[in-house]
Structures are given as structure tokens and as C-alpha cells.
């Protein structure tokens, strides 16, 4: 009996790219410069490049998971999701830095990150579940299925 059902790999991949795309619109960065000025910017409005490769690989993800779970489809979506967060995450890290004025991460920026790590976890996840059932004698039943056993252990403490 599976743990997890067959699509759920899927389904994590799928709701993190919706998640990593829609957090490009919310708010990455507060920026307060040095004329007192506040301004909120997002992930789309901040960056030239690293906007249209979120988005190309919130599009990818989604159509991975909508194809036939082959191995190399899982193993691109996996790699896709780590790419994502390390992007996302050196944006966590690093900030733009502008002259004379001071950046704070938002929201957006960790909303971004967290749906990146889905992508990555449903990817994992339909891995893992292609492992199991192509190796299925690979691990040993849970302690709690192995029953009592048939011998006992002479340790010498019960009197004997």
C-alpha cells in the first residue's frame, strides 16, 4: 500500500511554480533612500533577467508535471526547483545594492523561495516513489511490521 498518493509529486511541483510565479508581483524589497524616500518594490519590477527565468521555470515546472512521469522529467523538475531556490535564495542573501540607500527583503522574496522548495520536494517526492516501486525489496518493513521474533537473547540478566 503507497504512502503517498501517485500525483502528489506532482501536485507539490505545480502549486510551488504557481507560488514562485505570483510572488515575482508581491513585494521583494523595501527600499528606503536617503532623502527619507520609502519605496516597495517587487520581484517583477526588481530584476531585468531574473524575472523572465522564474518565470520560465514556473511555466517548465508545470508542464513537467502535467507529461508522463518518465525518469528524466523527474529529475529535470528536481534539478529546476534547486536552480529556483538558489536563485531566489541569493536574492534572500544578497539584496540589490543601491547607492545611499538602505534594502530590506519582504515577503515576496521568502513566498518565491518557499514555492521553489516545493518544486524541488515534488520532484523528490515522484523520485523517491519510482525508487520504491522499481527496488521493492530495497528496505527492510518498519520495526513495528517485523513481528516478536523467534529466539530470545541469553544475556544472562533473567535468573538463569
Do not use: H
Request: glycine share 12%.
Amino acid at each position: 500500500m503507497p504512502l503517498l498518493k501517485p500525483n502528489v509529486g506532482r501536485a507539490l511541483s505545480a502549486i510551488g511554480a504557481l507560488i514562485v510565479v505570483l510572488a515575482l508581483f508581491m513585494t521583494w524589497y523595501r527600499i528606503t533612500r536617503a532623502g527619507g524616500t520609502v519605496d516597495d518594490t517587487t520581484g517583477w519590477q526588481t530584476f531585468t533577467n531574473l524575472r523572465f527565468v522564474i518565470l520560465a521555470g514556473g511555466i517548465i515546472t508545470i508542464g513537467t508535471a502535467l507529461v508522463a512521469q518518465t525518469r528524466p522529467v523527474l529529475i529535470v523538475r528536481t534539478i529546476l526547483g534547486l536552480i529556483l531556490a538558489v536563485l531566489i535564495f541569493r536574492r534572500i542573501i544578497s539584496p540589490p545594492d543601491l547607492t545611499g540607500a538602505d534594502v530590506k527583503s519582504q515577503i515576496g522574496v521568502y513566498v518565491g523561495f518557499i514555492g521553489a522548495l516545493f518544486v524541488a520536494l515534488g520532484g523528490l517526492v515522484d523520485t523517491g516513489r519510482t525508487v520504491v516501486e522499481a527496488y521493492p525489496n530495497l528496505w527492510r518493513p518498519p520495526a513495528a511490521e517485523l513481528g516478536r521474533g523467534t529466539q530470545t537473547l541469553d544475556r544472562g540478566d533473567d535468573g538463569k
